[in-house]
């Protein structure tokens, strides 16, 4: 199967994005601040000024000890229809569209689970997301009204029992309104997060599993599949077995063409590099390789890591990408470990920098005090050549940022963390009254001072998806929903962005 060249419709219009409004769109352009060098001493100065601080580990009393952003005070602001869903900074507005239990374009009803997004540009001020739906029900649950999985076509789903995928939906920026919206790929499980295939060609949406016929399932789960961007419909699923067999998280292409990919499977989990044949076509397959730190076999990077420290990187091959789990076979994280592969606490969120060669990803639950860290691979200019990780920024608590989910590099070169409360510690919010484990945008300048861009104040659910318009005027975010009707939506937020470094 090969991928065709990105297309849009619109209307009767048939638009082909250029690759230069691709790259804007995925945070690829140059031009903007990268934080690297210098930066990353003022980040562990940061970091250590912030564990100096007093803090409430048991979360009795709420505080806030990130820092004050240029963007004011945080209030809760209404939607469109007078709902207050966030809180935001003044003069920053949004909507709230394609909610739990709405009836799509296709006719079909919108999935539960709102997660992983991008957007990329079409014509006329319309743009298109690509959205993952993250359902965890029963196999095979398709008409239960309460579980709003995932339906659509049957001879497209990869698994005839499978109830996740993704949708696309067209957002017109100008009326700040939703074109058109439909299941774009089915029969996948657990589509969790993913990210931008080369040269923006499309989505990589990633399975964060790996059950299979031994729990009900029809086929086995745990690879990621490519969605065109073009595609106005819905395509066939096919699976990427070369890039891995496990709970996978998101996954990005760099310039070059290379995949970088996340793992969520607690304290076992790992970073990997898939190396394809032909980065425009990933049917062709490839090569996995896991991270390693040079001079430490299985280094253990969750806890005792220096903010700013370079660690030199190596890559070991992955002999079996697609191991018979079924079967007994060892998983791929003991392979990796066997050869010297370096170990995380929960990968999740991976975003390209703005030079469109480095990478930023977040251990959700890494660190000293289990908050998370913000870690920066940097590449050499040879393939071969020696690379480097950076510990970037360590959470000191809870209320500083909680379980850092998705992120997002933002167009001006800041950063947003979307969080996923997953210490489960009941912390509150004085703008959330009663809603234990509020969750949060925090967004992060140059300088490494973290700061609230958002609250969501209308339900427990976790924030995820952010990512922004290609003009870099409008920010597009989930709330992850529950199983009820209008418990999950996608919002566009705009305002004044120049306030700030977001």
């Not at 304290?267 to 990997?272: A, E, L, P, Q, R």
């Not at 420290?309 to 070991?316: H, I």
């Not at 005090?369 to 590449?379: A, C, E, I, S, T």
């Not at 959470?395 to 500083?400: D, E, K, L, N």
Request: hydrophobic share 35%.
């Amino acid at each position: 199967m090969k991928p065709s060249s990105p297309v849009i419709e619109e209307g009767n219009e048939v638009t082909k994005p250029t690759r230069r409004a691709f790259l804007r769109g995925s945070g690829l352009a140059a031009g903007a601040a990268v934080v690297s060098g210098a930066t990353l001493a003022t980040l562990a100065a940061h970091t250590a000024r912030a564990n100096g601080r007093g803090h409430d580990d048991d979360h009795h009393e709420w505080s806030f000890e990130g820092y004050r952003s240029e963007y004011g005070e945080l209030q809760p602001t209404p939607d469109q229809d007078g709902n207050h869903i966030l809180a935001l900074p003044r003069d920053f507005r949004y909507v709230t569209f394609s909610k739990i239990g709405d009836t799509m374009s296709d006719g079909n009803i919108c999935p539960r689970a709102h997660d992983g997004m991008t957007c990329l540009e079409g014509r006329g001020g319309i743009v298109r997301l690509i959205r993952n739906h993250e359902v965890r029900t029963a196999p095979g649950a398709f008409n239960d009204p309460t579980t709003f999985s995932m339906g659509g076509p049957a001879d497209k789903r990869y698994d005839p029992l499978g109830v996740g995928g993704t949708t696309t939906l067209d957002f017109d920026l100008r009326k700040k309104k939703l074109v058109r919206d439909f299941i774009s790929l089915n029969g996948s499980i657990v589509n969790c997060s993913g990210g931008l295939a080369w040269r923006g060609m499309g989505w990589i949406t990633s399975e964060e599993t790996v059950n299979g016929p031994n729990q009900g399932w029809g086929k086995k789960h745990g690879y990621n599949f490519f969605v065109p961007v073009w595609a106005n419909s819905a395509v066939p699923a096919v699976p990427l077995p070369w890039m891995g067999r496990f709970a996978h998280e998101a996954a990005v292409a760099d310039a070059r063409g290379l995949l970088y990919e996340t793992e969520d499977a607690g304290n076992t989990s790992g970073f990997y590099r898939a190396i394809p044949k032909d980065p425009g076509n990933l049917y062709k397959g490839g090569k996995l390789e896991m991270l390693a730190i040079k001079g430490r076999p299985q280094a253990n990077l969750i806890t005792g890591q220096t903010v700013g420290a370079r660690l030199p990187v190596e890559w070991v091959s992955i002999d079996d990408p697609d191991p018979n789990l079924e079967g007994g076979a060892l998983p791929r994280y003991r392979r990796g470990l066997a050869k010297g592969g370096a170990s995380f606490n929960r990968l999740e969120g991976v975003f390209m920098g703005l030079d469109s060669r480095s990478v930023y990803f977040v251990s959700t639950s890494g660190g000293e005090k289990r908050y998370g860290q913000l870690w920066h691979y940097v590449p050499s200019d040879k393939l071969n050549g020696e690379d480097q990780l950076v510990l970037v920024f360590e959470s000191p608590a809870g209320s500083v940022l909680d379980s850092p989910d998705n992120i997002c590099i933002t167009p001006r070169g800041g950063i947003l963390f979307c969080e996923d409360d997953a210490s489960g510690d009941g912390d509150s919010h004085p703008l959330a009254p009663g809603i234990a484990d509020v969750n949060r945008l925090i967004g992060m300048g140059g300088l490494g001072e973290p700061f609230e861009f958002a609250v969501n104040i209308f339900n427990d659910s976790e924030l995820a998806g952010a990512c922004f318009s290609p003009d870099g005027r409008t920010l597009f975010v989930n709330l992850f929903g529950d199983s009820t009707k209008g418990s999950g939506m996608t919002c566009a937020i705009w305002g004044p962005w120049e306030r700030g470094p977001l």
